[in-house]
């Protein structure tokens, strides 16, 4: 495959993955009626900032792709995926916001730990996962909240 093929691939699998995700798990009456913080944000927010954070997590993953030597890094990149993907079923289908604190504490840890040994080989990957890693925090935040209201 040619490079732009790979990271066409890896922006549909984000980006197409995060859409078909979100659109399968959209909050619907059960999250309307939960009990949220003062910080919780407009739903309008959550498609721009996913939208942004989806490319950079692509990038992220062709970059690791296209390099031969960073099979951890790869396995990291997959297992946030994983995780990120995980989320919305759990937290808006299986409506268990503590069961889903679980999972967003993991995918936290993991986009840490990819941010740390990505750090010195690939500085571009490491930064791109900066807004991610504080999204997913607040998003952490805003789960526990919403856990402990309801």
Not at 84 to 106: D, K, R, T
Request: proline share 6%; with cysteine; aromatic share 18%.
């Amino acid at each position: 495959m040619t490079q732009w093929t790979i990271r066409i691939a890896f922006l549909v699998l984000a980006m197409g993955g995060g859409i078909l995700i979100g659109t399968l798990t959209a909050p619907g009456d059960w999250y309307a009626a939960l009990n949220k913080p003062v910080f919780n944000p407009p739903n309008w927010v959550f498609a721009p900032v996913w939208t942004t954070l989806y490319v950079l997590i692509a990038m992220a993953g062709w970059r690791q792709y296209e390099t031969q030597d960073t099979r951890s890094l790869r396995n990291l990149w997959w297992c946030q995926l994983v995780l990120n993907f995980l989320w919305p079923p759990v937290f808006f289908l299986v409506q268990q916001p503590w069961l889903a604190l679980v999972v967003i504490l993991s995918l936290w840890a993991v986009i840490a730990l990819f941010i740390r040994k990505a750090w010195s080989s690939d500085r571009v990957s490491a930064l791109s996962f900066v807004p991610y890693f504080v999204w997913v925090s607040f998003a952490s935040m805003l789960n526990l909240a919403i856990a402990a209201l309801n």
